[in-house]
């Protein structure tokens, strides 16, 4: 523990500094929204979904409620549903695998890459059977998984991909595609501690297909084709005008956000290049946006980290302890700890810093400090 002073704490995330640079465009833009009375969907929310395609070079971005919205909207486009098999990764939020099974379609799960923590590709051949219709790969923490890899194996067995960027808005690959188009649909989450955040609930599903488009419009307001006429049994995925305006504003600061996340997620691999911890794994060509800068810890240390950090004042958090194939709702889809030895490791292993592009060089060096007088 340190000996000087007690120093302020260091949070994981800071929404309030976050937002205060832009407080006063907010109560305008509020101020705009009351006065339009225009609340759901509408021209704001219009604005904001052609905002969002340009910045991700697709032809179409439908906003909904929320990122898990996003992958249901997005499942339900394409038909997934009872008997139907969907191939993803068991190291992820929950929300990725539960829309799966809320559809009475059931989650099917490949290992991890042990560097990048996203899907193993090489392993989705083997999952895949008569009843897969889908594949979800994950950009987790911020980097792009595989979709190259990804692709190849959809399009040799004739399934469809949902790509969850839920954590990855801003990254681009080796040949400068932006997450969220590398799939049939792409889905963001917009949830408050995201690179860009509502406040609030809020989610987009992005595609270059015109088809899928104009479904999952449909989808997100009950099937609804005229008024009172609904085509489709959808569901109210609709996303409220005033997080549209919200996130449109946020989306011009976005490119300078993940340039200091960057910055930060550099300085924390040059300071930590010779501590007991593993620093995360950037694949060639990618442009990681650090959702989350993640270390791993050695087998059976994490607790003690963790014990040290808190004594400290800094913010920490494990994505994810428990792994998709372990938790209890999914019990009787027969998997057992042993499965998916990478994954497993993971959760055991990973810790999460503060990373957030409000954190100044004083508080990240107290975490590093922090870090590297770690000897448990």
């Known amino acids: 523990m340190p000996t000087d002073a007690p120093a302020p704490p260091v949070p994981l995330l800071n929404l309030p500094a976050h937002h205060a640079a832009l407080a006063d465009d907010f109560r ?15 021209p704001y929310v219009e604005s904001f979904e052609r905002a969002l395609a340009d910045y991700c070079g697709v032809a179409h971005a439908v906003g909904v409620s929320s990122g898990t919205d996003a992958l249901l909207v997005a499942l339900m486009a394409l038909d997934i549903g009872p008997g139907d098999e969907v191939v993803t990764t068991p190291f992820t939020f929950f929300g990725t695998a539960g829309t799966v099974a809320r559809l009475g379609a059931k989650p099917v799960f490949v290992d991890i890459e042990p560097d990048t923590y996203n899907l193993d590709a090489s392993q989705l051949d083997a999952a895949v059977t008569s009843k897969t219709k889908a594949v979800i790969p994950v950009d987790l923490y911020g980097q792009l998984a595989d979709s190259d890899a990804v692709a190849k194996v959809a399009q040799r067995h004739g399934l469809r991909v949902v790509e969850d960027a839920a954590q990855a808005i801003g990254a681009r690959d080796g040949k400068g595609r932006a997450a969220g188009s590398l799939g049939d649909i792409g889905c963001f989450s917009f949830y408050p501690t995201k690179n860009l955040s509502a406040m609030g609930e809020a989610g987009a599903c992005m595609t270059d297909d015109d088809d899928l488009a104009d479904r999952m419009r449909k989808l997100r ?6 008024p009172y006429e609904h085509a489709m049994v959808g569901g109210n995925f609709r996303l409220d005008a005033v997080q549209a305006m919200i996130l449109e504003r946020k989306l011009a600061e976005l490119d300078g956000w993940t340039a200091a996340r960057r910055r930060l997620a550099a300085r924390y691999d040059d300071a930590l290049r010779d501590a007991p911890f593993v620093t995360p794994a950037v694949a060639p060509g990618n442009e990681h946006v650090y959702h989350q800068y993640t270390i791993r810890a050695a ?41 998916f030895p990478v994954a497993e490791r993971s959760a055991e292993q990973v810790l999460s ?16 400090d922090a870090l590297l007088t770690f000897n448990g």
């Open 28 to 42: 305008d833009l509020f101020q705009t929204f009351v006065a339009s009375g225009q609340f759901v969907l509408g």
């Open 299 to 339: 087998d059976g240390r994490r607790a003690d980290l963790m014990k040290h950090l808190a004594d400290w004042g800094i913010g920490h958090r494990v994505y994810y302890p428990l792994p998709l194939h372990l938790q209890p709702c999914f019990a009787d889809q027969g998997y057992q700890r042993g499965d």
């Open 353 to 368: 810093l503060p990373v957030y592009p409000e954190l100044t060089d004083a508080q990240q060096q107290r975490v590093i």
């Open 221 to 226: 307001n009950h099937g609804q084709t005229g």
